[in-house]
């Protein structure tokens, strides 16, 4: 696994890369966004609702997502199933821990996906929204999409980290992660797509 590693960083990671950056430009920018729209939020239970909402749709998609588009060859997609299967080469089962912050290049999303989801889907989306809804949902939909995205790299972060480490210490997220160590199993096609919580695993049968 080693010396595949680390023919596999000198192939795929930019030489420009760096994972530190990478990291500390996703932290930023998240933590603005969440204070910036958060102080917008007109907190009520309306509004913690609609959060609500907005998480349950972000679970929802992430779930189909990941399912039906990173792990089947979908025509004008394939660059998503390539890079979805850089990560599952990258980080198998036996071997789900990075080695250096640089190997975070098949962890994190891409930053220009990451810009993509602020810049595009975020505005997109919630217009969409508060066309169907009203003005009065745009705000805290879009606090609860933002929260979501934190929350996923997060979480996802924290599953390919050593047992035992941070909060992997307690039960919740030792049990997310061996969650997760099944998908990186033989049986990553066929189960445990919920990377964060595994509620659709359990309703579609997915759940091993």
Do not use: C
């Not at 909402?53 to 199933?81: D, E, N, Q, S």
């Not at 250096?100 to 810009?115: E, G, H, R």
Request: no cysteine.
């Amino acid at each position: 696994m080693e010396r595949y590693r680390k023919a596999f960083r000198q192939k795929v990671i930019p030489r420009y890369y760096r994972g530190s950056l990478h990291v500390a430009a996703f932290a930023v920018i998240q933590l603005v966004a969440l204070v910036v729209v958060a102080a917008r939020v007109r907190w009520s239970l309306e509004a913690i609702i609609i959060i609500g909402m907005a998480l349950t749709y972000a679970t929802t998609f992430t779930y189909f997502l990941h399912r039906f588009l990173l792990h089947r060859k979908i025509p004008g997609f394939g660059w998503a199933h390539k890079m979805h299967h850089w990560h599952h080469t990258f980080y198998q089962s036996h071997a789900m821990e990075y080695d250096t912050l640089d190997d975070v290049y098949m962890l994190l999303m891409p930053p220009w996906i990451q810009l993509f989801y602020y810049v595009v889907y975020l505005p997109v989306l919630t217009l969409a929204t508060g066309l169907i809804f009203g003005s009065e949902v745009i705000v805290p939909f879009i606090f609860g999409l933002t929260l979501w995205y934190g929350i996923y790299e997060l979480i996802h972060w924290m599953e390919h980290l050593p047992p035992g480490r941070g909060l992997l210490r307690h039960s919740l997220f030792r049990w997310l992660r061996n969650h997760h160590v099944i998908h990186h199993s033989r049986l990553k096609d066929e189960a445990n797509f919920g990377i964060v919580e595994p509620s659709w695993d359990y309703v579609f049968g997915t759940k091993k």
